[in-house]
């Protein structure tokens, strides 16, 4: 466990697993902040791909 010090509002933060402050909600900034940061919107953006790609997909059909 290591202290990390909120860039927003200067609080001492011991919780490693934290992306965000506790006290003021905002992001902690941190290299493996960041890195979890990534590891859970790229599903999301994959998900919001395929039903573009489908999307467009059904519309080519249509148009056919
Ligand atoms: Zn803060």
């Known amino acids: 466990m290591a202290e990390y010090i909120c860039p927003h509002c200067k609080q001492p933060i011991y919780d490693d697993e934290a992306l965000l402050c506790l006290y003021c909600g905002q992001s902690l900034m941190r ?22 790609l489908l999307l467009v997909s059904f519309t080519i059909l249509i148009i056919r």
Request: charged share 15%.
């Open 31 to 52: 290299p493996v902040g960041f890195m979890g940061k990534l590891k859970y919107p790229a599903p999301k953006i994959i998900m919001i791909f395929i039903v573009v």
